[in-house]
């Protein structure tokens, strides 16, 4: 079965948060590689190996705490980028069609 992205993204997301890919799986019905695999995939894309030999250094708890809390507000401005294109998608496709009502009414 074909995932999109968003989808992937949340069940990833909650896999990293629980620290649980098993039960992750089951409770979304994916196999369990699959969900390691966008894990990895979500991971790499927010740069969490940083995070992760950092606690394998044993450094600063807070340190973690922050990074974490950067990753998230780095996924909440990508998700805000993304509408952004949208939304200015949509402001381009009611420009062209006022443009056409323009030109239609002075003819």
């Not at 979304?28 to 995939?41: L, P, R």
Request: no cysteine; aromatic share 6%.
């Amino acid at each position: 079965m074909k995932y999109d992205i968003e989808f992937k993204e949340m069940v990833a997301q909650e896999a990293i948060d629980t620290n649980n890919i098993s039960a992750t799986a089951k409770k979304y019905g994916v196999n369990t590689n699959s969900v390691s695999k966008w894990k990895k995939e979500l991971e790499k894309k927010l740069g969490m190996g940083e995070i992760q030999k950092t606690n394998e250094l044993g450094n600063d708890k807070e340190v973690t705490l922050y990074k974490r809390e950067v990753l998230e507000l780095k996924k909440r401005l990508e998700i805000t980028k993304s509408e952004l294109n949208e939304a200015m998608t949509i402001i381009g496709e009611k420009d062209l069609y006022i443009k056409k009502l323009e030109r239609s009414l002075s003819k």
